[in-house]
């Protein structure tokens, strides 16, 4: 049994607060939506997979966590039930001991195949997740411990930018495509790959404006302070 891959859900942890180790590698990596049409004296496939969206979309993955750990006889039968109740068919948030900068969102299920002999008992839990993994913090929420988000070693915090007349602001998307919210206080504009939108006071969120894994520069017209939020997400 691997304790170092165990999981919080929901807010609990799988060790500390159930008292179940993780002995598997449960993440699988999520199938990509590929479509091809075969075309009859030609060699080869047309590749359709990227055609309206521009990059590639992702079907759900598969979490699988096999559950086991040691109690006494007569607790597993409550154990198990209370274990039902919060996350049988329930929406779960997880995150792994070793990679906790990101979690996964998805419906979990447990499985049948609850096994127990005198103390130990096992059994599967299965999570019908999101293809990404999304970033723990937002592009607006400062770590505790310092003013700005690192994310591989890059300064990610676009809060309270303040414009004054003109300001041209460099922003690096997400490996998994992102719509930003431009909450600005005042109204502006804001140029975005040679198109001009217009920002009202408040939160925004402009279908166009679409960012993934570059580095892009958006031009706000105006007078005042935008904050831009995303959160970031990676497969």
């Known amino acids: 049994m691997y304790k170092n891959n165990a999981a919080t859900l929901n807010g609990k942890h799988t060790f500390y607060d159930?008292?179940?180790?993780?002995?598997?590698?449960?993440?699988?990596?999520?199938?990509?939506?590929?479509?091809?049409?075969?075309i009859p004296g030609r060699n080869g496939d047309i590749d359709l997979?990227?055609?309206?969206?521009?990059?590639?979309?992702?079907?759900?993955?598969?979490?699988?966590?096999?559950?086991?750990?040691?109690?006494?006889?007569?607790?597993?039968?409550?154990?198990?039930?209370g274990f039902l109740n919060e996350i049988h068919g329930k929406k779960v948030k997880i995150v792994f001991d070793d990679d906790k900068d990101y979690y996964y969102i998805g419906r979990a299920v447990v499985k049948p195949d609850y096994a127990?002999?005198?103390?130990?008992?096992?059994?599967?839990?299965?999570?019908?997740?999101?293809p990404y993994k999304y970033q723990i913090l937002s592009t607006t929420e400062p770590w505790l411990w310092d003013p700005f988000s690192f994310v591989d070693g890059v300064i990610r915090n676009y809060t309270d930018i303040v414009v004054q007349g003109s300001l041209i602001y460099k922003i690096i998307g997400s490996e998994m495509p992102v719509i930003p919210i431009m909450e600005v206080d005042v109204p502006m504009q804001v140029?975005?790959?040679?198109?001009?939108?217009s920002l009202q006071a408040g939160k925004n969120k402009i279908y166009d404006i679409v960012l993934r894994n570059h580095e892009y520069y958006l031009t706000f017209t105006g007078n005042g302070t935008v904050s831009i939020d995303y959160r970031a997400g990676r497969l």
């Open 49 to 81: 997979t990227e055609l309206l969206s521009g990059y590639t979309i992702y079907n759900n993955r598969i979490i699988t966590l096999v559950l086991g750990g040691k109690k006494n006889p007569n607790h597993w039968n409550s154990f198990m039930s």
């Open 191 to 197: 140029e975005f790959e040679g198109k001009v939108f």
């Open 116 to 130: 127990r002999g005198n103390e130990i008992a096992t059994f599967t839990v299965e999570i019908n997740a999101e």
């Open 18 to 38: 159930y008292g179940l180790y993780v002995t598997n590698n449960p993440v699988a990596p999520p199938e990509p939506k590929a479509q091809y049409i075969q």
